[in-house]
């Protein structure tokens, strides 16, 4: 039982436009979120976290978005780069602060 | 300011044989996590070791097992392989008290059973 979900194994963006991540979880008890971003031969590297206690986080050119009440987030990357093209993980925690993973979505990043 | 480092980056082991992995935590960190990340899934969570002693575990059999050691580096364990224990094996470093679940992984172990 997926805990974390990510039901888009992929998404496909022309560069400068938006890119949305979308991440669904399950477990009420969660109260952080977390995105990582991997590259191919590489471990996953901390992108962008948000509190429960807000509903949107930005850095830069990421954001992410929180709705506890439908258990949603996702993370707008704008504009998109082709260096942005990466495997994005979402991710999240109780006060245990053992991260549970999605599966992950690809994102494709057209020059 | 060295980061999460993994040993060997790739092997190749036969289905009943044992395997260790090694890690060192990125400089000034207490605390290390083992994660195992199958074709197409994400990480899933083996365990956590600080003041070395295993503090969480997740759903691993007992051929899963660790150490660490009072340098803060870890190593983890596996016998009797499975060809369904093939997958990149992460580790994690963070400070304990830091209490986020911001972590900071190696480039992985990569163990195939053939």
């Known amino acids: 039982d997926q805990q974390v979900k990510q039901n888009s194994p992929s998404l496909s963006v022309q560069e400068g436009r938006i890119s949305i991540l979308n991440c669904d979880y399950t477990?009420?008890?969660?109260?952080?979120f977390l995105w990582y971003k991997k590259y191919p031969a590489e471990g996953p590297t901390f992108l962008i976290s948000?509190?429960?206690?807000?509903d949107k986080n930005e850095d830069g050119r990421f954001t992410v978005f929180l709705n506890k009440s439908a258990k949603h987030l996702s993370l707008h990357i704008v504009p998109s780069q082709p260096g942005d093209s990466a495997v994005y993980f979402c991710?999240?925690?109780?006060?245990?602060?053992?991260?549970?993973f999605g599966r992950g979505t690809s994102l494709i990043v057209h020059p | 300011d060295a980061g999460v480092t993994q040993s060997p980056t790739h092997l190749i082991k036969t289905r009943g044989q044992q395997v260790t992995l090694r890690c060192s935590p990125k400089?000034?960190?207490?605390?290390v996590s083992w994660y195992q990340q199958a074709l197409g899934q994400g990480p899933q969570f083996i365990f956590q070791y600080y003041e070395e002693e295993e503090r969480q575990r997740g759903n691993f059999p007992d051929r899963f097992s660790g150490h660490q050691f009072p340098n803060y580096s870890s190593e983890l364990n596996v016998n009797a392989l499975l060809l369904g224990d093939s997958a990149l094996y992460l580790c994690a470093s963070s400070l304990y008290r830091a209490n986020t679940g911001e972590l900071f992984f190696g480039e992985g172990s990569r163990l195939t059973v053939l």
């Open positions: 991710a999240a925690s109780e006060r245990s602060y053992i991260p549970t």
């Open positions: 400089s000034g960190h207490d605390t």
């Open positions: 948000i509190s429960s206690i807000k």
């Open positions: 477990n009420s008890m969660f109260d952080y």
